[in-house]
């Protein structure tokens, strides 16, 4: 990733919780200055996982490019330090273009990952220990095992929900191996390239109800039998990837553990669970852009950012 030709060359990033409008925003600001978005969501990197993971349409798709999703199957493993890797990859790609990269998601990890510049551990699953975690998960509860993370890397415990079952016994895993906290191990070095961070936010209220419209919205375009079909296809429950928000509830339904109305609405909470979680990992950004998205899109505004950071005037082309 060194090379000292690429510290003048931008790199535009929008992030914000979900159901902010990240997606609208950075097809906008694609269209009107010839970029292509590199997501930064842990889910859009499967295949055959579309509604549930609010894809890009393929009309989407034809009007702007788009990378870092549909690269791996729901039952091949995808860590971290992959997605920087390729990230960093596809960013160099379109620069090399000409073109001007937009990474936008609502996956924290993905996002702090590419523009801090963490360096990942390079840890090889441990497929034994990790069963044993996950079999104690299932007994006790999540819970312990972040208590247990607590004890060893209290920082972190702090980084991680304690619902987040996934994450904690990969940080146990890490620090098994390693003999070292994980936190440690995670230092920074800044990629070279002048980023224009643009951080939305939305009262709390009103992004609930914009997200229970969006989980209804997946329902009727057929989330159910999205997950029918990823399970009648032999990708199980247990995989990470089918442990997303919206997949493990209706798994849940269609074990016949939860009624539809139950498992929909069980999606909507945990939804407003995580934005409570993006937004304490957003706040970070002290230095970024904020554009307040409650009442309408900043469409217009950030156009102008954007075109004074590539210094040059941003067309009128009715994206605005």
């Known amino acids: 990733m060194s090379s000292e030709s690429k510290t003048d060359q931008p790199l535009i990033a929008i992030f914000g919780p979900t159901a902010s409008g990240k997606s609208a925003l950075a097809m906008a600001i694609c269209e009107a200055f010839g970029g292509e978005i590199i997501s ?4 859009q990197v499967y295949r055959y996982m ?9 009309g989407d798709q034809a009007r702007v490019p788009h990378h870092m999703i549909d690269i791996v199957n729901p039952d091949q493993n995808f860590t971290l330090g992959l997605y920087q890797e390729q990230a960093y990859a596809v960013i160099d790609e379109v620069l090399g273009r000409g073109k001007v990269p937009v990474l936008a998601g609502g996956t924290p990890l993905y996002v702090n990952a ?5 360096t990942i551990p390079r840890v090889e699953p441990d497929a034994a220990y990790r069963d044993a975690l996950f079999a104690q998960a299932d007994e006790t509860g999540s819970e312990a095992l972040h208590a247990r993370l607590h004890e060893l ?7 991680i929900l304690p619902t987040n079952t996934r994450r904690i016994v990969r940080a146990l895993e890490v620090i098994k191996q390693t003999g070292k906290p994980i936190s440690a191990q995670q230092t920074k070095s800044p990629p070279p390239y002048r980023i224009l961070p643009i ?3 939305c009262e709390r209220a009103v992004l609930y109800g914009r997200i229970d419209s969006r989980v209804d919205q997946y329902i009727a375009r057929g989330l159910v039998d999205e997950v029918r079909k990823l399970s009648e296809s032999g990708y199980g429950f247990d995989l990470p990837s089918m442990s997303g928000i919206g997949y493990r509830q209706i798994g849940e339904y269609l074990e016949g553990k939860a009624a539809l109305e139950a498992a929909v609405q069980r999606v909507k909470w945990d939804t407003h669970a995580f934005v409570r979680h993006q937004a304490n990992w957003f706040r970070r950004f002290k230095d970024g852009h904020r554009f307040d998205v409650t009442y309408q899109p900043p469409t217009r505004e950030v156009l102008e950012l954007v075109g004074e950071f590539l210094t040059v005037v941003p067309p009128t082309n009715g994206v605005v």
């Open 40 to 43: 930064a969501d842990s889910r």
């Open 153 to 159: 890397d209290a920082a972190a415990a702090r980084a």
């Open 50 to 58: 579309d509604i549930g993971t609010d894809k890009p349409s393929r």
């Open 114 to 118: 590419v523009l801090e510049g963490w």
């Open 199 to 201: 951080l939305l936010t």
